[in-house]
């Protein structure tokens, strides 16, 4: 599985941005995909995750109520949709995939990983 990740920028606080991550392979293997997030100096840490299939949804809740993650299968597409974004959402965004029965919070817990995208939320 070959995970594209898309989208970052920069925006102001308050601001929206939607992220996207392009799968392509044996997509067929995946359960979850999710996103998770990593400032320099500090851990990889979980933002969303998704079922691959039944479209069930989760959430770190730093950002719940603000982002929501979708998917496309027709494309083998997901989505962050981030809103109200604030300067502590500022971070290198990964999107990941997880062959496993239940979704993962831990990094380790995922499979394949895309490249990241920078999103920088300015005061």
């Known amino acids: 599985v070959q995970l594209q990740a898309s989208g970052g920028g920069l925006v102001q606080a308050g601001g929206s941005l939607r992220l996207s991550c392009a799968a392509s392979?044996?997509?067929?293997?995946?359960?979850?995909m999710g996103w998770f997030r990593q400032v320099p100096g500090k851990e990889r840490e979980f933002v969303a995750a998704?079922?691959?299939?039944?479209?069930?949804?989760y959430y770190a809740d730093s950002v719940k109520g603000r982002f929501t993650i979708s998917r496309d299968n027709a494309k083998n597409t997901v989505y962050l949709q981030m809103n109200s974004l604030k300067p502590e959402d500022t971070a290198v965004y990964y999107c990941?995939?997880?062959?496993?029965?239940?979704?993962?919070?831990?990094?380790?817990?995922?499979?394949?990983w895309g490249q990241g995208t920078q999103v920088t939320v300015s005061s």
């Open positions: 392979g044996r997509t067929f293997s995946m359960n979850y």
């Open positions: 990941a995939a997880r062959k496993g029965s239940w979704y993962g919070i831990h990094p380790h817990e995922y499979d394949y």
């Open positions: 998704i079922v691959w299939s039944g479209g069930s949804t």
